[in-house]
């Protein structure tokens, strides 16, 4: 495989897209050591300036107006509307992936979010190239924006998306139902009891993790105060991500809590502190849920962002995996009802039968293969 390239163009919308780039080129180098990885952020600011600008907007508009989203998240579903929003960001965006490939001259492109991978199905349509593409869709429902011509492999999260692009007359020998890369090192952590031993976490204690992704999303101090209102002592886990300010305020709330609080700002122990604890309360991205599978971590799921992860969450619930607080309920009684009883340890059971912690192994083992490398 000496001299042979493969390039991973990821998006930083959210750290879904970003972590299914890294768990793929992590299990590249491993079964491939002699590979050249090389992995892009297609909105990072490095890379395109009206790129990262586009980010910013889109990212504001989630903050002040998160029901327009999901206008546009509708809209995109229908096969024109999800053509005319993808031809638009191809078309913006085709320049920079023509100065990438001049630049690096991949052998192999894969794609964990639908911009990049509408730009090198255009490109390769312009150039009337054969470059292999393969796209890793990040999301647990079938939609429209992931959908590009001239695409040799998906791979998606369950076989109902599989069976959806079947029928809409994709070719079998293309999709895969692999599951949502997540990376090798979950394999590797140590049992929950070892992993409460290395945090000095007593046995006995009920173990809360809150997080809301990198930017600290998803009303973790609304959460906090909800968590006041129980008696029982607990260890709580807390990650404010890249929001320095919540870091802040959530350091202060500890310091009147009757519960143990710990307590991160942007961390790479998120993994370790999820097998450590009995329940995770987050927003429902789809590599957060795809982690807490795979560590059989019940979860209560809040405030998803309309669209993807409002489906996130549907499929998270309906398996029993997860219980899904609608706007109006309270936090506490669901965490009670939860600890309660034989309702967690079900949980456990459900959430594991949901995992796919291979995924990472298969996609990279048919991307190999496919392309005889």
Same mark, same amino acid.
């Given at each position: 495989?000496?001299?042979?390239?493969?390039?991973? $163009?990821?998006?930083?919308?959210?750290?879904?897209? &970003?972590?299914?780039? #890294?768990?793929?080129?992590?299990?590249?180098?491993?079964?491939?050591?002699?590979?050249? &990885?090389?992995?892009?952020?297609?909105?990072?600011?490095?890379?395109?300036?009206?790129? !990262?600008?586009?980010?910013?907007?889109?990212? #504001?508009?989630? =903050?002040?107006?998160? =029901?327009?989203?999901?206008?546009?998240?509708?809209?995109?579903?229908?096969?024109?509307?999800?053509?005319?929003?993808? =031809?638009?960001?191809?078309?913006?965006?085709?320049?920079?992936?023509?100065?990438?490939?001049?630049?690096? *001259?991949?052998?192999?492109?894969?794609?964990?979010?639908?911009?990049?991978?509408?730009?090198?199905?255009?490109?390769?349509?312009?150039?009337?190239?054969?470059?292999?593409?393969?796209?890793?869709?990040?999301?647990?429902?079938?939609?429209?924006? !992931? $959908?590009?011509?001239?695409?040799?492999?998906?791979?998606?999260?369950?076989?109902?998306?599989?069976?959806?692009?079947?029928?809409?007359?994709?070719?079998?020998?293309?999709?895969?139902?692999?599951?949502?890369?997540?990376? *090798?090192?979950?394999?590797?952590?140590?049992?929950?009891?070892?992993?409460?031993?290395?945090?000095?976490?007593?046995?006995? *204690?009920?173990?809360?993790?809150?997080?809301?992704?990198?930017?600290?999303?998803?009303?973790?101090?609304?959460?906090?105060? #909800?968590?006041?209102?129980?008696?029982?002592?607990?260890?709580?886990?807390?990650?404010?991500?890249?929001?320095?300010?919540?870091?802040?305020?959530?350091?202060?709330?500890?310091?009147?809590?009757?519960?143990?609080?710990?307590?991160?700002?942007?961390?790479?122990?998120?993994?370790?502190?999820?097998?450590?604890?009995? $329940?995770?309360?987050?927003?429902?991205?789809?590599?957060?849920?795809?982690?807490?599978?795979?560590?059989?971590?019940?979860?209560?799921?809040?405030?998803?962002?309309?669209?993807?992860?409002?489906? =996130?969450?549907?499929?998270?619930?309906?398996?029993?995996?997860?219980? !899904?607080?609608?706007?109006?309920? *309270?936090?506490?009684?669901?965490?009670?009802?939860?600890?309660?009883? #034989?309702?967690?340890?079900?949980?456990?059971?459900?959430?594991?039968?949901?995992?796919?912690?291979?995924?990472?192994?298969?996609?990279?083992? &048919? &991307?190999?293969?496919?392309?005889?490398?």
């Amino acid at each position: 495989m000496t001299g042979k390239k493969i390039m991973i $163009l990821t998006a930083s919308i959210g750290s879904g897209h &970003i972590k299914a780039a #890294e768990a793929v080129a992590e299990e590249l180098q491993h079964q491939q050591p002699a590979a050249q &990885i090389v992995t892009v952020d297609f909105m990072a600011r490095s890379t395109s300036f009206w790129h !990262w600008l586009t980010k910013k907007l889109y990212l #504001e508009m989630l =903050n002040f107006v998160p =029901n327009l989203y999901d206008v546009f998240y509708k809209l995109s579903s229908s096969e024109m509307g999800a053509s005319c929003g993808k =031809n638009m960001f191809a078309y913006f965006m085709l320049p920079v992936f023509c100065r990438l490939y001049k630049e690096h *001259r991949p052998n192999y492109v894969i794609c964990t979010h639908p911009f990049p991978a509408e730009t090198v199905s255009l490109w390769k349509e312009r150039e009337h190239s054969d470059l292999p593409l393969s796209v890793v869709m990040t999301d647990y429902s079938l939609h429209q924006m !992931w $959908l590009c011509r001239g695409v040799d492999h998906y791979f998606m999260a369950t076989e109902a998306m599989e069976q959806g692009m079947l029928q809409q007359g994709f070719a079998s020998e293309t999709l895969h139902a692999t599951g949502i890369p997540i990376s *090798r090192g979950l394999q590797d952590l140590p049992v929950q009891a070892e992993l409460r031993r290395q945090l000095d976490i007593a046995p006995e *204690r009920k173990v809360i993790m809150l997080m809301g992704g990198g930017l600290g999303l998803g009303g973790i101090e609304k959460n906090l105060q #909800e968590l006041e209102k129980l008696v029982q002592p607990l260890t709580l886990l807390v990650i404010a991500g890249r929001n320095e300010q919540l870091l802040q305020r959530v350091q202060d709330f500890a310091a009147g809590s009757r519960h143990d609080m710990r307590i991160w700002g942007y961390t790479d122990e998120a993994r370790k502190l999820m097998g450590a604890a009995d $329940l995770l309360i987050t927003k429902p991205g789809a590599l957060t849920i795809s982690e807490a599978f795979a560590l059989g971590t019940p979860m209560l799921l809040h405030d998803p962002i309309p669209g993807p992860e409002t489906e =996130n969450a549907v499929y998270a619930t309906r398996h029993g995996a997860a219980i !899904w607080l609608h706007p109006g309920e *309270r936090l506490s009684p669901a965490v009670e009802e939860i600890f309660a009883g #034989e309702t967690l340890s079900r949980m456990r059971e459900r959430a594991l039968a949901c995992a796919k912690p291979l995924a990472s192994q298969k996609i990279v083992k &048919i &991307i190999l293969q496919s392309a005889g490398f």
